[in-house]
């Protein structure tokens, strides 16, 4: 039997990438920010003028974690998000910034966002998430 998920396109992640960077320029925090498909995979990245350039991988370690997961990052106890990371060698991450981005009910991809801070990060992530769901609603 074939199962239809719902899954980012290039051009989602792109409206995504563009609604955070706007949100990110409007909180005046340059941002790193990554998309990518359910399988972790980068579809789209925004390196903002000013971001921090270490949190160029830990954008994108967010993104798969939350991606992997199928919810936000930043929510284990910290020795497991210790333990997650360097057992991952960076890969995966507890730390905040990354959500998933869930359409009817499954995963569909994951946005990371990084070099603010943790709360600035969210905000710019679910801004990302917002207008995929804006115009999926249109």
Do not use: W, Y
């Given at each position: 039997?074939?199962?239809?998920?719902?899954?980012?396109?290039?051009?989602?992640?792109?409206?995504?990438?563009?609604?955070?960077?706007e949100?990110?320029?409007?909180l005046?925090?340059?941002?790193?920010?990554?998309?990518v498909?359910?399988?972790?995979?980068?579809?789209a990245?925004?390196?903002?003028q000013g971001?921090?350039f270490?949190s160029?991988?830990t954008?994108?370690?967010?993104a798969?974690?939350?991606a992997?997961?199928?919810a936000?990052?930043?929510?284990?106890?910290?020795?497991f998000?210790?333990?997650?990371?360097v057992?991952?060698?960076?890969?995966?991450t507890?730390?905040?910034?990354?959500?998933?981005?869930?359409?009817?009910?499954?995963?569909?991809?994951?946005?990371?966002?990084?070099?603010g801070s943790?709360?600035d990060?969210i905000?710019v992530?679910?801004?990302?998430?917002?207008?995929?769901?804006?115009a999926?609603?249109?």
């Open positions: 039997m074939l199962n239809h998920r719902p899954e980012l396109t290039d051009t989602a992640a792109m409206l995504m990438v563009e609604a955070a960077r949100h990110a320029l409007s005046g925090v340059p941002q790193n920010i990554a998309v498909d359910a399988g972790g995979r980068l579809l990245f925004c390196r903002m971001a921090k270490h160029i991988e954008s994108t370690a967010k798969v974690t939350a992997s997961i199928a936000p990052t930043g929510g284990a106890p910290a020795d998000g210790l333990m997650l990371g057992t991952t060698q960076g890969q995966f507890n730390l905040k910034g990354g959500l998933p981005v869930i359409i009817d009910g499954h995963l569909a991809g994951a946005i990371g966002v990084g070099s943790p709360d990060d905000a992530a679910q801004a990302g998430i917002d207008a995929v769901m804006r999926l609603a249109d």
